[in-house]
Antibody, heavy 117, light 110 residues
Framework: EVQLVESGGGLVQPGGSLRLSCAASGFTFSTYDMHWVRQATGKGLEWVAGVRTAGEANYPGSVKGRFTISRENAKNSLYLQMNSLRAGDTAVYYC???????????WGQGTTVTVSS | NFMLTQPHSVSESPGKTVTISCTGS????????VQWYQQRPGSAPTTVIYGDNQRPSGVPDRFSGSIDSSSNSASLTISGLKTEDEAHYYCQSYDSSNVVFGGGTKLTVL
């Protein structure tokens, strides 16, 4: 079964850091581009970061310089290092696969990040 | 920055047809594929349309997608509405290497 399982969410103070992990199974992880997408409570979907199979990363302006996406193909794992966290980063963070047909075809169940003092 | 704009909400009765629009802010929306995702409360999104007008396996043919270059917009049409179609729908495309989502449309079937 194709599956993505996120972990690492929690409560962190403003200005703090958190590292999210995503464990992939059921497919050849190294051959897929991967992304993180977040959703604040009652709000829409927001793309946070993407990494290609070769490791090239991309970010929107809202997180560029604060977040770093990385992957470890040998461990079938995706990561998101989040620094200088703000209240506005509070959201459910989804690990998502970019499928061969060029869409976000597999989503994890999400992990919740709360930035609050 | 490229943006996608959707109506905040739409509503229609069971059995009817509804269309949700997604308008690109600049350039040509036809330059990159548009996808549509359905999200029910408490669940992760699932794809109902990819590649502008393709349905993933398992998505009923009541769902269809189209592109209108003249209005720089994409549309999701759902025919024969069912109460189970009530959900949020998000369009998605890309700008350079960046993934872009529309703000989402809440579909109410009443």
């Amino acid at each position: 079964e194709v599956q993505l399982v996120e972990s690492g969410g929690g409560l962190v103070q403003p200005g703090g850091s958190l590292r999210l992990s995503c464990a992939a199974s059921g497919f050849t992880f190294s051959t897929y581009d991967m992304h993180w997408v977040r959703q604040a409570t009652g709000k829409g979907l927001e793309w946070v970061a993407g990494v290609r199979t070769a490791g090239e990363a991309n970010y929107p302006g809202s997180v560029k310089g604060r977040f770093t996406i990385s992957r470890e193909n040998a461990k079938n794992s995706l990561y998101l290092q989040m620094n200088s966290l703000r209240a506005g980063d509070t959201a459910v963070y989804y690990c998502v696969r970019w499928g061969y047909l060029s869409f976000l075809d597999v989503w994890g169940q999400g992990t919740t990040v709360t930035v609050s003092s | 920055n490229f943006m996608l704009t959707q109506p905040h909400s739409v509503s229609e009765s069971p059995g009817k047809t509804v269309t949700i629009s997604c308008t690109g802010s600049s350039g040509s929306i036809a330059s990159n594929y548009v996808q549509w995702y359905q999200q029910r409360p408490g669940s992760a999104p699932t794809t109902v349309i990819y590649g502008d007008n393709q349905r993933p396996s398992g998505v009923p043919d009541r769902f269809s997608g189209s592109i209108d270059s003249s209005s720089n917009s994409a549309s999701l049409t759902i025919s024969g509405l069912k109460t189970e179609d009530e959900a949020h729908y998000y369009c998605q495309s890309y700008d350079s290497s960046n993934v872009v989502f529309g703000g989402g449309t809440k579909l109410t079937v009443l």
